[in-house]
């Protein structure tokens, strides 16, 4: 499995952003796939996940109403759509697929690369 993280950026307080997630190597239909950012000095923390066949969503409770996670089952890729940015939405970001959906890192059995949203004026 292969996850290829893209779309981050420098862009300037309430900015928007699409970051993308181009998964392959298997089908997802049985599995999950969220995201996960880490901000310098700090750890790894979920942003939001959603089921692939059903696309039940689930979303940190600080990030929902900001950010909208999709996906798009042809293309295997999934979304994050970011509004109204933040200086403290800064960190990388990372895709990540597994078997449930949850908020928890453990619950993730393939990651992607990271790509870094810089929110700054």
């Known amino acids: 499995v292969q996850l290829q993280a893209s779309g981050g950026g420098l862009v300037q307080p309430g900015g928007s952003l699409r970051l993308s997630c181009a998964a392959s190597g298997r089908t997802f239909s049985s599995y999950a796939m969220g995201w996960f950012r880490q901000a310098p000095e700090k750890q790894r923390e979920f942003v939001a996940a959603?089921?692939?066949?059903?696309?039940?969503?689930n979303y940190a409770g600080s990030m929902e109403g900001r950010f909208t996670i999709s996906r798009d089952t042809a293309r295997n890729t999934l979304y994050l759509q970011m509004n109204n940015l933040k200086a403290e939405d800064t960190a990388v970001y990372y895709c990540?697929?597994?078997?449930?959906?949850?908020?928890?890192?453990?619950?993730?059995?393939?990651w992607g690369n990271g790509t870094l949203v810089t929110v700054s004026s």
């Open positions: 990540a697929a597994g078997g449930l959906n949850s908020a928890y890192e453990a619950m993730y059995d393939y």
């Open positions: 959603i089921t692939w066949k059903g696309g039940v969503t």
